[in-house]
Structures are given as structure tokens and as C-alpha cells.
T-cell receptor, first 111, second 118 residues
Framework: GNSVTQMEGPVTLSEEAFLTINCTYT??????LFWYVQYPGEGLQLLLK???ADDKGSNKGFEATYRKETTSFHLEKGSVQVSDSAVYFC??????????WGLGTSLAVNP | EAGVAQSPRYKIIEKRQSVAFWCNPI?????LYWYQQILGQGPKLLIQ????????DSQLPKDRFSAERLKGVDSTLKIQPAKLEDSAVYLC????????????????FGEGSRLTVL
């Protein structure tokens, strides 16, 4: 069945550092891929998405590219800020449109 | 546009007691989801409604959990009797595209209801 694996946290970075959070998936067909973010005390919100191979999703300085050859959707940001401290979830939606979630990666950015 | 509203934000109960959570989705969203998120884990889908019909409740512990969505708008999730392992955040989400054939997966979440069972 479909599954998502993302790197374990917590990840701790200094402000302005480069961020990568790895996400790989297993799926039949052509899933859509997502990154959701959960800021402290808030609900989950969609950060970015990609619906087909080679698409790049981007938002708030974050980017992720749908790589079918490596079944990956790694999240990157060139220069993180303290306000980026949150939990990041990778997810996929298969042909049945059901969302499959990763376990989440906690990011802490220190000033 | 108003977001997904949930209440209460926090609830503390003793085991074997009952609790109910309420959700009001974004206006016009046909699909409503209840998720359970245990600390350190990803969200687990409990039940999905399309309008007022159940689409998926395969992971809902039906011996103690129940949910309804009367009139296809608001929804309530009830736990009776609660167990210690039910301590979690219960997330409500809604979307407008499920059932249309468009595979977007974009869900809009409420802030969640944090349940502590003692």
C-alpha cells in the first residue's frame, strides 16, 4: 500500500541556516504530494504541494520537487528563520484521494 | 473567509467518562474529516463525511467512538467511554474537492481539541 517516510527529528538549526527535510514515498499510480506545517498551538496548514512528476511546489521560501525517479519530495529552504519553528508533515494522496501522512519532523530554529 | 471552527480547545476527563467535540467546517465544503493526532505521530483518519454520508470510517473504534454530521454541515465526535489511550488532539478538517475527481488533497484544519484522559 501507499506509505510516506520522512526523516526523524528533532532538527535544530541556527537562523539563516539551510534546511532539508527528507521525504520518500511508496505509491501505486501517480499520487499528489504535500507538505503540511503545524506551528505551535495551531492547526495543520498546507505549506506546498505538487501534483505530477517534476513539479516544484513553493511557498514562504520553502520548495519541494516531485522526483518520481527517486520517489522523493524533500523540503528545502535556503535560510530559515526563528518563525519557521514548527512540525512539518509530508503526505501523499493516491488515486483514492485518501491522505497518507508521515510521522512529522520537528524543527527548532535558534536565533 | 472563516476557517474551520472546533470546540472545546481543551478537555480533561477521567477514564470511562464521555466527551463530545464539535466542528463547523468552512462554508460550502462538502467533505469533513475527523483525525486523531497522538503526540509525536502523524494524523490518523477516524472518519470522513461527504455531505452527511460516511465515506470512510474504517479506523474509527466503533465500540466507543461515534460521529455524525447532521444536515451536512456541523459535525460532532463522541467518545464513550473514554480510555487513557484516547488522550490526543482531535483535528477536524474540511475540503471542497473530494468526490469531484480532482486529486488535490488540500485540507483546511481547525486548531484541534486536546483531550487528556486521566
Amino acid at each position: 500500500g501507499n506509505s510516506v517516510t520522512q526523516m526523524e527529528g528533532p532538527v535544530t538549526l541556527s537562523e539563516e541556516a539551510f534546511l532539508t527535510i527528507n521525504c520518500t514515498y511508496t505509491a501505486t499510480g501517480y499520487p499528489s504530494l504535500f507538505w503540511y506545517v503545524q506551528y505551535p498551538g495551531e492547526g495543520l496548514q498546507l505549506l506546498l504541494k505538487a501534483t505530477k512528476a517534476d513539479d516544484k511546489g513553493s511557498n514562504k521560501g520553502f520548495e519541494a520537487t516531485y522526483r518520481k525517479e527517486t520517489t522523493s519530495f524533500h523540503l528545502e529552504k535556503g535560510s530559515v528563520q526563528v518563525s519557521d519553528s514548527a512540525v512539518y508533515f509530508c503526505a501523499l494522496a493516491g488515486n483514492n484521494r485518501k491522505l497518507i501522512w508521515g510521522l512529522g519532523t520537528s524543527l527548532a530554529v535558534n536565533p | 473567509e472563516a476557517g474551520v471552527a472546533q470546540s472545546p480547545r481543551y478537555k480533561i476527563i477521567e477514564k470511562r467518562q464521555s466527551v463530545a467535540f464539535w466542528c463547523n467546517p468552512i462554508s460550502g465544503h462538502a467533505t469533513l474529516y475527523w483525525y486523531q493526532q497522538i503526540l509525536g505521530q502523524g494524523p490518523k483518519l477516524l472518519i470522513q463525511f461527504q455531505n452527511n454520508g460516511v465515506v470512510d470510517d474504517s479506523q474509527l473504534p466503533k465500540d466507543r467512538f461515534s460521529a455524525e454530521r447532521l444536515k451536512g454541515v456541523d459535525s460532532t465526535l463522541k467518545i464513550q467511554p473514554a480510555k487513557l489511550e484516547d488522550s490526543a488532539v482531535y483535528l477536524c478538517a474540511s475540503s471542497s474537492s473530494a468526490g469531484t475527481g480532482k486529486n488535490t488533497g488540500e485540507l483546511f484544519f481547525g486548531e484541534g481539541s486536546r483531550l487528556t484522559v486521566l
